[in-house]
C-alpha cells in the first residue's frame, strides 16, 4: 500500500479489505480478532493511529510507534496463534504523526485462531463475526483442498454404481471423446484408471458422480442438486415460491443432464448440420450455462451442509456453490491455476469434454455470456460459498432490433390467441409456435399475468390458461 492508496482508503469507509484503530499507547485488543478474520477471509490491512468517526476517519497518530510494532509482530510470531500469521508492515507520516499498517495474508491453513478455537473469527463486510462450528469444520476441510473427495468411501464395491449411469457415461465418452484411451478397456479397468474406483472401493468422488442414490446417501445424508424455477425477478415479487423444482436424481452425472435440460430452455440456441450429418447446437449463451454447471458440479463442497442450488428467476439465473476458493477471485481469474476442489469428479467432466483442463471457467463463462447478450456475469464470493448471477435480459445495444415495443405487442397477442385457442398449450408449444424461444416467451407471460390478461389454473402439468376478457 502507498501513501496515496491509504488516503483513497481514508475518503471512503471500511470495507472487508481494510481496518483502522486508534491505538494511542498500545495495541486494542479487538486487533487479534480482525488478524483471524483477515487470515480466514482474504486478507486485509489493519491501519493503526486512525480513529473512524461516524462514516469519516481521523489521523491521530501511534505513540511508540517501534513499540506497538514489536510488540504485534512478536504477538504473531509466539504461540498465541495456532499457526504462523504472515504479514508485511509499511510506516506513513503525516506532518508529526506516525500510522502503522500491516499486511495479513490469507492464510492456507485455516481456520486460524487465537489462543483456542473458540476464538475463530471471519470476514463480514466491514465487521469481524466469530465463525460458527459448521464454518469452521468448513476451513478445515479446506486444509484438505482436493484431497477430501479423492479418498476411499469405506464399505462400497463397483456393486455401489449405478450401472446404467456407468454405461450411459462410456457412452458418452466413445460419442465425444473417441479417441481417449479409456474407451478401449474394460469396465473394472475403466473404473480402476479413472479412480472412480480403488482397492476394491469407490472413492468418494467416483461415487457421488455414478454411484446409486441409496449408497451415496450413506455418505451424504442429504445429496441433492436444487434448480427452481421462480416466477419473478426475486423472491419477494414472486407470486409462489416456485413453479418448478428439480426432483431427486441418482448422482451427479444424472443431476447434470437434467439441469441441462431446464437451463438450456434459458437460452436462443442455433441448430446446425456438421459435416458428418450430426445436429449441432451453436450458443454462446448456451457454453456459458453449461460452463457454470459443470464448475458448480465440479467445486462443490458436498461434505457441507450446504447444497448447490440453481435458481432461475425471470430475468437472472444464479448459481449457488457451497465451498470456499484455494485462493482470492482475482488470482484465480487472471491465472491459469487449476485446483478443483473434486479432481476425480473434475477429470469425469473433463474426458467427455463438459469441462477445460485449465483454471476455474471464469474466463469462459465470462467470455460467453458477453458475447451472447452484452452483460457481464456477477459474483458474490465470501470464504465459504460462491454465487454467480448471470442476468438474461439482453442488453440495449443488442435488443434494439428485435425486442421493440411492436414485436413484444404482437407477441403478446400470439400468446393471448393460442391460449384462447388451446388452454393446455405448454410453455414449449407457445414457442414453437410463435418461433421465439421458452424464456421470452415466459417473460411474456409473465407480464401478461401482472397485467391481468391471463391466469394459469392449475399446476404446470394437469392445468390451463384463462385469457380474461379485456
Known sequence: MTKEELINKLAGIEWEDFEVKEAKGELPKAIWDTVSSFSNTNGGWI???????GASFEITGVGNPEKLEQDF???????????PVITKQEIFQFEAKTI???FISANS????????PSNTFIRRGSA???ATKEEIDSMFRDQSFGTKTSEIAPGTSDSSLNKTSVERYRDYMARFNPGASYNRFSESEFLDKLRITENGCCTYGGLLMLGKRDVIERFFPDFRIDLLEIPGTSYNDAKSRYTFRLEEQENLWEYYFECFARLRQKVDVKFVLTSE?????LSNGLEAIREALVNMLMHTDYFSPGHPRIRIFTDHIEFFNPGGLPKPYEELKTKDISLPRNPIIAKLFRMVKLAENAGFGFDKIESNWIEYNHTKPEYQVVFDSIVLKMNMEESVEKTSEKTSEKTSEKTSEKILRLAKMNPQITIDELAANIGRTTRSVEMQIQKLKESGKIERIGPDN???WKVNPE
Do not use: H, M, W
Open 100 to 102: 502503522l499498517a500491516f
Open 128 to 130: 469481524d463475526q466469530r
Open 73 to 83: 509482530l512478536n504477538t504473531l510470531s509466539s504461540n498465541k496463534f495456532n499457526v
Open 109 to 116: 491453513k485455516k481456520p486460524v485462531y487465537f489462543n483456542s
Open 462 to 464: 394437469g392445468g390451463f
Open 277 to 281: 450429418g450430426f445436429g449441432q447446437e
Open 47 to 53: 491501519i493503526l493511529g486512525v480513529k473512524q468517526i
